[in-house]
């Protein structure tokens, strides 16, 4: 089983990214799936969810409104779409999904600078 993020990278204030969790070993679509973060310093902290249907989606207060998550269950691979990125998305950002939520990817740095 693995799970493999990528999309992170330097970007200006305002600026966007769009992350990447392509999962194997297992079918994203039987599952909810998650982004967390974690920032240097900080507790990781879950970012959104997305239910195995994609019906139900939950976003954290501080990204509602710039953050859009999506999955592509033939491609076995969800998105976290950021927008509007502040200093403060600047994190480590991980997937997070399977059976009990028991895979995580190895993350993919963020990082908001100008």
């Known amino acids: 089983v693995q799970v493999v993020e990528s999309g992170g990278g330097l970007v200006e204030p305002g600026g966007s990214l769009r992350l990447s969790c392509a999962a194997s070993?297992?079918?994203?679509?039987?599952?909810?799936m998650r982004w967390y973060r974690q920032a240097p310093g900080k507790e990781r902290e879950l970012v959104v969810d997305?239910?195995?249907?994609?019906?139900?989606?939950n976003y954290a207060d501080s990204v509602k409104g710039r953050f859009t998550i999506s999955r592509d269950n033939a491609k076995n691979t969800v998105y976290l779409q950021m927008n509007s990125l502040k200093p403060e998305d600047t994190a480590v950002y991980y997937c997070?999904?399977?059976?009990?939520?028991?895979?995580w990817g190895q993350g993919t740095q963020v990082t908001v600078s100008s």
């Open positions: 997305i239910s195995s249907t994609g019906g139900t989606r």
């Open positions: 997070n999904g399977g059976w009990s939520y028991q895979y």
């Open positions: 070993g297992f079918t994203i679509s039987s599952y909810g």
